[in-house]
Structure formats: C-alpha cells, structure tokens
C-alpha cells in the first residue's frame, strides 16, 4: 500500500515561509507525477503546483507562481513544497499526491495516492 507522509505546516506570519514534506517508504517518488494541492474551508481542493516524473517539469497555479517552488530530494526520497511571501490566502490544508503515470495536472482526479493533508495558517 503507497502511503504518503506530510509534515511542515504550522502558524506563520504573512510575508513568512514554510517548507512542506511529502515522503514515502514504500515507493521511489522519482517514479510518480507529484503534485500540491490544498483546500480552504467550503471551498473546492486547488491545484497548487505538479512535477512530472519525467521531464522534470513543473507547473504552478498563477497565484502562487513565483512564490512556491516544488523540489525533489531523490537522497531522502522526498518532495517539499518550499513557500515563500506567505498571504492570509493561502491558509488551507495542503496535501501532497502522487500518480504512476508521467502526468503534468493540477487536476485532483488525475492523482491516485494522497497524503493526510497538514494545516497552513497565514495570520498576523
């Protein structure tokens, strides 16, 4: 069974970062399309960016281009969403997903495995 294991989120500040963990022991997330999404409180789950498996690709929603990146670590078998220039707008628990197929998608019914979500807050 794939599990994915998230950790990284907390309380900050805006104009503050965090970086989020996405991990697996049971599989080699070189192989799998990665993407972030989250989901704020009575609204729809957003795709927030995705690497492909292959290219090495990757694409990110408009409103956080430039301010969130999405970094494989192959050493730690990890995948980390770094968040710069925190917004009160990006408050939402954000989950890490996985697919076998070398997709590039922000959309959620493209990703088979999912992570138990973590909390981010933006408040001052």
């Known amino acids: 069974q794939l599990q994915l294991v998230e950790s990284g989120g907390g309380l900050v500040q805006p104009g503050g970062s965090l970086r989020l963990s996405c991990m697996s022991t049971a599989v080699n997330l070189d192989d799998y399309a990665i993407a972030w999404f989250r989901q704020a409180p009575e609204k729809e789950r957003e795709g927030v960016g995705c690497s492909s498996s292959t290219t090495g690709s990757t694409y990110y929603r408009d409103s956080v281009k430039g301010r969130f990146t999405i970094i494989r670590d192959s050493a730690k078998n990890t995948v980390y969403l770094q968040m710069n220039n925190l917004k009160p707008e990006d408050t939402a628990v954000y989950y890490c997903?996985?697919?076998?197929?070398?997709?590039?998608?922000?959309?959620?019914?493209?990703?088979?495995?999912w992570g138990q979500g973590t909390q981010v807050t933006v408040s001052s």
């Open positions: 997903a996985v697919d076998r197929l070398p997709t590039l998608s922000l959309n959620p019914q493209a990703f088979e495995y």
